[in-house]
């Protein structure tokens, strides 16, 4: 679907998508790293389970949602990459952290 001009040794870096590593430009959003790396699903929908990607690339749909470092719900178009980042596809509802949660009363 997309295709990269051949990119400088100085100018890529590598990221972790899933664990395997992915090249990417140094400057290009997580987004445009995934989609020009092949990449054609993000997340699996929270209802279906249905593969989802990115739609506007700009911050408005949603659609890019990825865990990027731990973090979940980051939107991939609009997180610039750094070496080493490390990205993981989402599927379904993310989980909220229970260090945020208040304490249940007993």
Request: with cysteine.
């Amino acid at each position: 679907m997309f295709r990269r001009d051949p990119l400088p040794p100085e100018d890529t870096i590598e990221i972790l998508l899933d664990g395997e590593p992915l090249a990417a430009r140094r400057g290009e959003t997580v987004a445009l790293a995934m989609l020009a790396g092949g990449v054609q699903h993000f997340r699996g929908s929270v209802v279906s389970g249905a593969p989802r990607a990115p739609y506007c690339l700009m911050g408005v749909c949603f659609e890019c949602l990825v865990t990027i470092d731990g973090v979940a719900n980051r939107q991939a178009c609009m997180v610039t990459v750094t070496p080493g980042m490390r990205v993981t596809r989402q599927s379904g509802a993310p989980e909220i952290l229970p260090s945020i949660l208040p304490e249940a009363p007993q």
